[in-house]
């Protein structure tokens, strides 16, 4: 079809891509009713485009049923022609890679989303990339979520996103095709002129008014109302005029017109030959044939395509739905055999005959665990019900079927029939154990989405299930705990007599299951205040039994109990050296959202650790995940972000976490920790009434006393009320927060004494209050320890004792400098100026203290020997990203190769411990 009247259309499409090229990423939008030129408008853009690469795709109404469509087809022949592990599928980009022609059972939704982001921006440091992507509206919901998670987060690389889009009501498009359309740049097409319609036709001898009228100005009409002689009125005739078309053909063409129509994107000619069972001469006639009339696209060698939308909607329509079923049958078998993945034969078989076929069931169940492991939710529900379908009642492979089948509803938020597929799953199942792993399996799912209080229902079913001296039972009781201890601070498990019994064993005899449930056992009674020290032995015993055979812990919640209770315990070295085992396990099987929790776990590690650095590091790219699904302990996670970044000096950083968008928490606690991050936030802004408002909003949502200490509302509210001049409601709130830590961690209660002491009118109180702190504070705890000597040394120099104040100053600038708390290094450098002691930096010092957070985590995983490649792997970003972070090091720093970068950090880190 030849364009007219779009040069306005084409001069905006053209800016745009320019602008793509120079400055990067953008999404365009080509919108416009159906037959109105939105295609063909792309398609002559594209063609111009001799120096970028163009990857196009086409959603199709049966390919909104086929998981990732979209991505096969921009990226799997170029995946095909290259090997593992070399660009654009080099790093994160193999995921994506092994679901196009691999096994994609390892990979998450999050990891695909990640790996078509790296690959877009690989394919872009060569020559600038264009993505087509024609009628969105009938995109899959794979590939919608990859997308719209990926595409966003292009930002600065050369690539630009075209859409072709049909005008439809917003509330009729998903989310994510709305999110996508609302950032896009929109192309709107309007219907041709009468003059507009005279040129497209080129025949005098056809009266232009009339193809106007009967076409509404719209070119796909016009070109088939001219074509009938004038005498098709629009859509209602489509149909008609097709059906004549192939009736005058054929029966030969009606098959491989309509084998066409129902593989779509997959309609390769042995593909075609197969399911059309029209030989191979023949096929190339009868495609002629096809083209002449209008019905195939000429200049479309292979895959074969249908020549408009429009056309594939009438051919589809004109088929009894008994044959449209065959053919997907026949389709499915042929599909099977050539070696395509079970998601797309199973599209298929979604339309064909219901036949009671093993072989369907098979190959139905195998494609939902593939898109179960790989995020596409929705399609994997479809299917297991359609696998059931096909399943007889006595088939022993029904129950497996049924608890997949649970899983896959429950990930879509259907919880009804999530839970009628789990217990008639139940009904057929005798076997306790069996019972019992079902559940529990049902209650770390519930976990995985946040929904404790549903979690600890199952846990509890599950329990129910077996006797109390069996391994199982006691590694449920610890996920019940856990469950428990993201609701309250009081969990009801924790008097069950099976913790007394595994407490009092023997630590000889601890089991793989005891460990779980001591690692909890240790987070409830630290949580809880344990005057005894029982939680730093417990911990040691979880710990010292724990399996070192660490695959799929990134999706144990009682993982995060182990980390917890070193955490508490300040058992910080064995802390880190399990979640590094995790991130490891995790970052080899693809699992993002687990290595996200296990870096936020680190990161919290690290930071009561007194590592601010490798905490920012951990808690940046953690909360970085977010864009990707990660939301486990999203709340946690910013809290302890915004802590760092306010210790860094990074306020506008701070101030983008808190003053995000709102989010649903999944418990009053998790809301809590939200609000008290963003109360500190507010009080390091200059707006302590703000802060001490979400504090006490914070301080309403959970029990009394029953807040997470490390993360507490009094502590927010005593400095906003410090901060507001109220020195003696902070000085309350900061007692009250000061005995509620008494048998808290060490770290926990040296910063609640630092409070009270900054609230209290009595210097010579104050001075006791930090010397105490300092007496009992864990050596392991050196950012409290920096706190409280800088404090000490305030109060000193008030009383002129200068000697003292200038040692305690000089030991909290150096831990200052190393840790990059450029705040905190300036206000020291100042004080030991005004006790005529002052400290002249290094220009080493000087140069590293320049860094922002960012550049400095590049840097250091730079400094360590990883490659650019691995640098942005590990904290997901693009490898020029990195780069750009990297050049501004090597500038700032004054330095010029990997290994001067290291010795420069080197020599910084001497100040470290």
């Given at each position: 079809?030849?364009?007219?009247?779009?040069?306005?259309?084409?001069?905006?499409?053209?800016?745009?891509?320019?602008?793509?090229?120079?400055?990067?990423?953008?999404?365009?939008?080509?919108?416009?009713?159906?037959?109105?030129?939105?295609?063909?408008?792309?398609?002559?853009?594209?063609?111009?485009?001799?120096?970028?690469?163009?990857?196009?795709?086409?959603?199709?109404?049966?390919?909104?049923?086929?998981?990732?469509?979209?991505?096969?087809?921009?990226?799997?022949?170029?995946?095909?022609?290259?090997?593992?592990?070399?660009?654009?599928?080099?790093?994160?980009?193999?995921?994506?890679?092994?679901?196009?022609?691999?096994?994609?059972?390892?990979?998450?939704?999050?990891?695909?989303?990640?790996?078509?982001?790296?690959?877009?921006?690989?394919?872009?440091?060569?020559?600038?990339?264009?993505?087509?992507?024609?009628?969105?509206?009938?995109?899959?919901?794979?590939?919608?979520?990859?997308?719209?998670?990926?595409?966003?987060?292009?930002?600065g690389d050369a690539v630009a996103v075209m859409f072709g889009v049909r005008e439809i009501a917003d509330s009729t498009r998903s989310q994510v095709v709305s999110g996508l359309l609302a950032s896009a740049e929109a192309v709107t097409l309007g219907p041709?002129?009468?003059?507009?319609?005279?040129?497209?036709?080129?025949?005098?001898?056809?009266?232009?008014?009339?193809?106007?009228?009967?076409?509404?100005?719209?070119?796909?009409?016009?070109?088939?109302?001219?074509?009938?002689?004038?005498?098709?009125?629009?859509?209602?005739?489509?149909?008609?005029?097709?059906?004549?078309?192939?009736?005058?053909?054929?029966?030969?063409?009606?098959?491989?017109?309509?084998?066409?129509?129902?593989?779509?994107?997959?309609?390769?000619?042995?593909?075609?030959?197969?399911?059309?069972?029209?030989?191979?001469?023949?096929?190339?006639?009868?495609?002629?044939?096809?083209?002449?009339?209008?019905?195939?696209?000429?200049?479309?060698?292979?895959?074969?395509?249908?020549?408009?939308?429009?056309?594939?909607?009438?051919?589809?329509?004109?088929?009894?739905?008994?044959?449209?079923?065959?053919?997907?049958?026949?389709?499915?078998?042929?599909?099977?055999?050539?070696?395509?993945?079970?998601?797309?034969?199973?599209?298929?078989?979604?339309?064909?005959?219901?036949?009671?076929?093993?072989?369907?069931?098979?190959?139905?169940?195998?494609?939902?665990?593939?898109?179960?492991?790989?995020?596409?939710?929705?399609?994997?529900?479809?299917?297991?019900?359609?696998?059931?379908?096909?399943?007889?009642?006595?088939?022993?492979?029904?129950?497996?079927?049924?608890?997949?089948?649970?899983?896959?509803?429950?990930?879509?938020?259907d919880r009804e029939r999530a839970e009628r597929r789990w217990r008639e799953a139940l009904r057929s199942v005798v076997d306790p154990d069996h019972r019992a792993r079902l559940l529990t399996g049902i209650g770390d799912s519930l976990v995985a989405s946040?929904?404790?209080?549903?979690?600890?229902?199952?846990?509890?079913?599950?329990?129910?299930?077996?006797?109390?001296?069996?391994?199982?039972?006691?590694?449920?009781?610890?996920?019940?705990?856990?469950?428990?201890?993201?609701?309250?601070?009081?969990?009801?498990?924790?008097?069950?007599?099976?913790?007394?019994?595994?407490?009092?064993?023997?630590?000889?005899?601890?089991?793989?299951?005891?460990?779980?449930?001591?690692?909890?056992?240790?987070?409830?009674?630290?949580?809880?205040?344990?005057?005894?020290?029982?939680?730093?032995?417990?911990?040691?015993?979880?710990?010292?039994?724990?399996?070192?055979?660490?695959?799929?812990?990134?999706?144990?919640?009682?993982?995060?109990?182990?980390?917890?209770?070193?955490?508490?315990?300040?058992?910080?070295?064995?802390?880190?050296?399990?979640?590094?085992?995790?991130?490891?396990?995790?970052?080899?099987?693809?699992?993002?959202?687990?290595?996200?929790?296990?870096?936020?776990?680190?990161?919290?590690?690290?930071?009561?650790?007194?590592?601010?650095?490798?905490?920012?590091?951990?808690?940046?790219?953690?909360?970085?995940?977010?864009?990707?699904?990660?939301?486990?302990?999203?709340?946690?996670?910013?809290?302890?972000?915004?802590?760092?970044?306010?210790?860094?000096?990074?306020?506008?950083?701070?101030?983008?976490?808190?003053?995000?968008?709102?989010?649903?928490?999944?418990?009053?606690?998790?809301?809590?920790?939200?609000?008290?991050?963003?109360?500190?936030?507010?009080?390091?802004?200059?707006?302590?009434?703000?802060?001490?408002?979400?504090?006490?909003?914070?301080?309403?949502?959970?029990?009394?006393?029953?807040?997470?200490?490390?993360?507490?509302?009094?502590?927010?509210?005593?400095?906003?009320?410090?901060?507001?001049?109220?020195?003696?409601?902070?000085?309350?709130?900061?007692?009250?927060?000061?005995?509620?830590?008494?048998?808290?961690?060490?770290?926990?209660?040296?910063?609640?004494?630092?409070?009270?002491?900054?609230?209290?009118?009595?210097?010579?109180?104050?001075?006791?209050?930090?010397?105490?702190?300092?007496?009992?504070?864990?050596?392991?705890?050196?950012?409290?320890?920096?706190?409280?000597?800088?404090?000490?040394?305030?109060?000193?120099?008030?009383?002129?004792?200068?000697?003292?104040?200038?040692?305690?100053?000089?030991?909290?600038?150096?831990?200052?400098?190393?840790?990059?708390?450029?705040?905190?290094?300036?206000?020291?450098?100042?004080?030991?100026?005004?006790?005529?002691?002052?400290a002249i930096p290094t220009e080493v010092e000087l140069r590293v203290s320049s860094l922002t957070p960012a550049e400095f985590r590049v840097a250091s995983l730079a400094a360590q020997g990883l490659t650019n490649r691995d640098i942005a792997a590990r904290?997901?970003?693009?490898?020029?990203?990195?780069?750009?972070?990297?050049?501004?090091?090597?500038?700032?720093?004054?330095?010029?190769?990997?290994?001067?970068?290291?010795?420069?950090?080197?020599?910084?880190?001497?100040?470290?411990?």
């Amino acid at each position: 079809m030849r364009i007219v009247e779009r040069e306005r259309e084409l001069d905006m499409l053209r800016r745009s891509l320019a602008a793509a090229r120079q400055s990067g990423s953008r999404m365009i939008a080509v919108v416009g009713q159906p037959g109105i030129g939105k295609t063909t408008l792309i398609g002559a853009v594209a063609s111009e485009l001799t120096d970028w690469t163009v990857l196009k795709a086409v959603c199709t109404p049966f390919g909104v049923e086929v998981p990732y469509g979209v991505l096969h087809q921009w990226f799997r022949a170029l995946a095909q022609d290259t090997a593992a592990g070399y660009a654009p599928f080099d790093g994160p980009g193999n995921a994506l890679r092994e679901l196009l022609i691999g096994d994609p059972h390892n990979a998450d939704s999050a990891a695909l989303a990640y790996s078509v982001q790296w690959v877009a921006a690989r394919l872009a440091e060569e020559r600038p990339l264009l993505l087509v992507l024609d009628d969105l509206q009938w995109i899959d919901d794979a590939s919608a979520a990859v997308l719209g998670v990926a595409v966003p987060q292009l930002n600065g690389d050369a690539v630009a996103v075209m859409f072709g889009v049909r005008e439809i009501a917003d509330s009729t498009r998903s989310q994510v095709v709305s999110g996508l359309l609302a950032s896009a740049e929109a192309v709107t097409l309007g219907p041709l002129s009468i003059d507009g319609v005279a040129g497209l036709i080129a025949d005098p001898s056809l009266d232009a008014a009339r193809i106007h009228e009967l076409s509404g100005g719209v070119p796909f009409y016009a070109v088939e109302a001219a074509a009938s002689g004038g005498d098709l009125r629009a859509s209602i005739r489509i149909t008609e005029s097709v059906t004549s078309r192939l009736d005058r053909l054929g029966v030969l063409h009606k098959a491989v017109a309509g084998s066409i129509a129902v593989l779509g994107p997959i309609a390769t000619i042995l593909a075609v030959v197969s399911v059309s069972e029209v030989d191979r001469e023949t096929l190339d006639g009868v495609v002629g044939d096809l083209v002449a009339e209008g019905i195939v696209k000429a200049d479309q060698i292979e895959p074969l395509m249908i020549s408009h939308p429009l056309v594939e909607e009438a051919i589809l329509g004109s088929m009894s739905s008994i044959s449209r079923a065959e053919l997907h049958d026949r389709a499915a078998r042929v599909l099977a055999e050539l070696g395509l993945p079970d998601t797309v034969v199973a599209a298929n078989l979604m339309h064909g005959l219901l036949g009671r076929d093993p072989w369907k069931v098979r190959v139905l169940e195998q494609a939902a665990k593939a898109a179960l492991a790989a995020g596409s939710t929705r399609e994997a529900a479809a299917w297991l019900e359609r696998a059931l379908q096909e399943s007889r009642v006595d088939d022993p492979g029904r129950t497996a079927l049924l608890e997949l089948a649970g899983r896959a509803q429950l990930a879509i938020g259907d919880r009804e029939r999530a839970e009628r597929r789990w217990r008639e799953a139940l009904r057929s199942v005798v076997d306790p154990d069996h019972r019992a792993r079902l559940l529990t399996g049902i209650g770390d799912s519930l976990v995985a989405s946040g929904r404790h209080a549903d979690a600890e229902a199952s846990y509890t079913d599950a329990a129910t299930e077996l006797t109390t001296d069996q391994p199982l039972y006691r590694s449920i009781i610890a996920r019940l705990l856990a469950a428990q201890l993201n609701q309250t601070m009081n969990p009801s498990a924790l008097d069950l007599p099976v913790i007394a019994d595994v407490v009092g064993q023997d630590p000889a005899l601890d089991t793989d299951e005891d460990s779980s449930l001591l690692a909890a056992v240790a987070v409830a009674v630290t949580m809880a205040g344990d005057p005894d020290a029982h939680a730093e032995l417990l911990s040691k015993r979880a710990y010292d039994g724990w399996s070192r055979d660490s695959q799929g812990s990134a999706n144990d919640p009682t993982t995060y109990m182990l980390s917890g209770a070193l955490n508490f315990t300040e058992r910080f070295g064995e802390g880190v050296d399990v979640l590094t085992g995790v991130i490891q396990d995790a970052r080899r099987d693809g699992q993002v959202l687990g290595e996200a929790t296990a870096l936020y776990s680190r990161g919290a590690m690290y930071l009561s650790a007194g590592d601010v650095r490798n905490a920012v590091a951990d808690l940046m790219t953690a909360v970085k995940a977010v864009e990707l699904g990660w939301t486990l302990y999203r709340e946690a996670a910013e809290f302890f972000l915004i802590r760092c970044q306010l210790l860094v000096g990074d306020l506008e950083a701070a101030g983008e976490l808190a003053l995000g968008g709102e989010y649903e928490s999944p418990s009053s606690l998790f809301e809590a920790v939200k609000l008290v991050g963003k109360a500190h936030y507010w009080t390091a802004f200059g707006q302590p009434q703000r802060g001490l408002e979400l504090a006490r909003r914070a301080g309403s949502l959970v029990p009394v006393g029953g807040e997470p200490l490390s993360a507490g509302w009094r502590g927010a509210a005593a400095e906003a009320l410090l901060a507001m001049g109220d020195r003696a409601a902070a000085e309350a709130v900061a007692r009250e927060e000061f005995d509620l830590t008494v048998a808290a961690s060490g770290g926990v209660r040296a910063a609640a004494a630092l409070r009270l002491a900054r609230t209290v009118d009595d210097a010579a109180e104050a001075e006791r209050i930090v010397r105490d702190a300092l007496e009992w504070l864990n050596p392991t705890r050196p950012l409290e320890r920096a706190q409280l000597i800088d404090f000490l040394a305030e109060l000193l120099v008030a009383r002129d004792a200068r000697d003292e104040a200038s040692g305690l100053l000089g030991e909290v600038l150096v831990y200052a400098q190393a840790q990059g708390m450029a705040p905190t290094e300036k206000r020291v450098r100042a004080s030991l100026a005004a006790i005529g002691r002052p400290a002249i930096p290094t220009e080493v010092e000087l140069r590293v203290s320049s860094l922002t957070p960012a550049e400095f985590r590049v840097a250091s995983l730079a400094a360590q020997g990883l490659t650019n490649r691995d640098i942005a792997a590990r904290l997901f970003v693009t490898m020029k990203t990195v780069e750009f972070h990297l050049s501004r090091c090597f500038r700032k720093l004054a330095v010029a190769t990997r290994g001067e970068l290291a010795d420069v950090l080197g020599r910084v880190d001497e100040f470290v411990g």
